[in-house]
Structure formats: C-alpha cells, structure tokens
C-alpha cells in the first residue's frame, strides 16, 4: 500500500517561495507509470491539481500556476518536492501529495479534480501566508 506525507512550512511570508516534501513508502518514486501529484484546496475553491512528477521525472503543470511552479524528484530519499514562487495570501490552504497510475491531463487553464481522480492521498498540511 503506497503512504504519503507531507512536510514543511506552515506559514511563509508574502513573496516568498514555499517549498513543500512528499516523503513517499510502500513504492518506490520511480516505479514505472506512477505519477506523484501536487493538489491544494484553497479558499471557497474546490480542490485544484497544481502539477505532477512521472516515474521517468517528467513534470507536468497547471497552466494557471505554471509560471510560480516546480516540482522536483529525488529518488534516493524517495521524495518529491513542490515549489511555489512568488506566493500571496491567495495561497494559503491545505497542500496535498497523491498517486496516480497514469498522468493526469488538465482539461483547461485551471484543473479542479475530486479525490477519485488519484489514488493514495496524503493527509494534507495546512499553509498560511502572512507577514
């Protein structure tokens, strides 16, 4: 059974970047034709998908965030690590990690998704962004 947690700051300033970890068990990061997402609920937003990383360490983004966004692997702590750039208070939410066995195509500028959509789901981590 694949496990994911999340780490890391739970408040960042304004302009900032935030970095967040998924520390993933129970699979390896580079397992071939699982996917390692990145997805926030932020306020009075359904839950968006922010971008993926595949086995292969090939990046997928949401157009909405694509320019403020990055996310990296690592492979020998069975990690993977979002980058957010730039943040406002508009950022402050609830940051998820979660699997999926194939990519995830957004079907627009912005990319909401219900839970279904993916498979393991970590438990969240809570983020404010306040001076």
């Known amino acids: 059974q694949v496990q994911l947690q999340e780490s890391g700051p739970g408040l960042v300033k304004p302009s900032q970047t935030l970095s967040l970890t998924c520390t993933v068990s129970?699979?390896?990061?580079?397992?071939?034709?699982?996917?390692w997402n990145w997805i926030r609920r932020i306020k009075g937003k359904a839950l968006e998908w922010m971008g993926s990383?595949?086995?292969?360490?090939?990046?997928h983004y949401s157009p909405a965030l694509e320019s403020r966004t990055s996310i990296i692997g690592d492979a020998s702590k069975n990690q993977f690590t979002l980058q957010l750039r730039s943040v406002t208070p508009e950022d402050a939410g609830v940051y998820f990690c979660?699997?999926?066995?194939?990519?995830?195509?957004?079907?627009?500028?912005?990319?909401?998704?219900?839970?279904?959509?993916?498979?393991?789901w970590g438990q969240g981590t809570q983020l404010t962004v306040s001076s």
């Open positions: 979660a699997q999926r066995e194939e990519d995830y195509s957004c079907p627009g500028y912005r990319c909401f998704v219900t839970r279904s959509t993916f498979g393991s």
């Open positions: 129970g699979a390896s990061i580079t397992t071939n034709n699982y996917n």
């Open positions: 990383i595949d086995w292969a360490g090939k990046t």
